[in-house]
């Protein structure tokens, strides 16, 4: 890796020469075009530029573009020679290594990039976007409550977008991949402070519903009328309900769908339906329906002497006194 940072170095990205254009001359005037090794971004703990597509480049290429006359923001082309693999980007910071630049992971993957692998990163100048349409990779980008709503939120950390990209997007703790299929007014856009429209195409692995071919159901039309011919011959074997009284709505219905129509055991058509019978099972026990504390009698002797209570103790009966005599006597003082 030393030998390739100085080959770089020297040879074609800081002092000119080859084709990486230099810092000191070499290269198209007024150009940004050099030649780094890639690294993703957790090599230096930045894991939140996952969510965008930003890069981070070394001090120098800040010096070097604040030489030129290039347009804002500062977008950028980052190209894999050995696989003819580019893509496009925006910058976070300039401070790199020397040599070095820092991606987001699934950049690298797009451009087929090992850590270390050579880009080559030339300054570009893209026309605001219009129009995107996007591709899920897979149907569990459906099941997010609002997908509009957290695409649109997760690419306000996109600087640009170029056709035939593969973003990822993280929401709730899930990674979702999204294809870029076409943009509009170019290839490559930039949605920096732009209106976008934003239109999606179904996921790849989705399939339509199938449906159903006139054989089945043509099977499954004759197994419920075989089902409903089977209903009905239940319910003729069941003893008939003689309704009292004339027959309300006495005709038969039809369903809209040609099916046979499963009469209810209580319809107007077959009158109320008898009340069920209510077992008492206190019939044989009455006391179990007793009046608590019993019945209260006003008038005197109070119904005593009836039944039960009648008044004898040892075959003696007791004499019972006269009302007016009943708790007649003085009454005595204690001292």
């Known amino acids: 890796s030393s030998v390739s940072a100085l080959a770089m170095m020297f040879g074609g990205g800081f002092f000119g020469g080859g084709d990486g254009g230099g810092f000191f001359g070499g290269g198209v005037p007024g150009r940004f075009d050099h030649q780094y090794q890639a690294f993703p971004v957790s090599f230096i703990g930045r894991e939140d530029l996952e969510k965008g597509n930003k890069i981070i480049l070394p001090q120098s290429a800040l010096d070097h573009l604040a030489r030129l006359n290039i347009s ?33 992971y699934w950049m690298m993957c797009n451009l087929l990039l090992q850590e270390g692998d050579l880009i080559r ?14 591709q899920p990779v897979s149907s569990d980008f459906l099941d997010i409550h609002n997908p509009r709503a957290v695409l649109e939120n997760s690419l306000r950390n996109f600087a640009t977008l170029t056709v035939g990209d593969c973003v990822v997007i993280d929401y709730n703790q899930k990674k979702y991949e999204i294809e870029i299929i076409e943009c509009k007014p170019a290839n490559a856009i930039s949605i920096i402070e732009a209106d976008v429209n934003v239109d999606f195409a179904p996921p790849k692995d989705y399939k339509e519903p199938e449906r159903p071919s006139r054989a089945n159901s043509s099977a499954d039309a004759a197994s419920a009328a075989y089902r409903s011919k089977v209903e009905e011959s239940d319910q003729a074997s069941q003893p008939d309900v003689q309704a009292t009284g004339p027959l309300l709505f006495g005709g038969q219905g ?8 499963k009469t209810p055991t209580a319809s107007p058509a077959l009158g109320p339906s008898p009340s069920p019978f209510i077992v ?12 608590p504390k019993g019945v209260k009698w006003v008038a005197p002797p109070y119904h005593y002497g009836y039944g039960h209570m009648s008044g004898t103790k040892g075959g003696t009966v007791q004499p019972t006194l006269p009302e007016e005599e009943l708790f007649a006597g003085n009454g005595q003082n204690l001292q």
């Open 280 to 291: 008492d099972d206190d019939e044989d026990m009455p006391w179990k329906k007793r009046i």
């Open 121 to 134: 990163v030339t300054n570009a100048s893209l026309p605001k976007g219009s129009f995107v349409k996007l």
């Open 254 to 261: 039809q369903r809209v769908d040609g099916k046979a129509i």
């Open 72 to 104: 804002y923001p500062m977008l950028f082309e980052v190209q894999n020679g050995g696989h003819a693999r580019r893509t496009h980007a925006g910058v976070q910071e300039f401070i790199a290594d020397e040599g070095m630049c820092y991606l987001p």
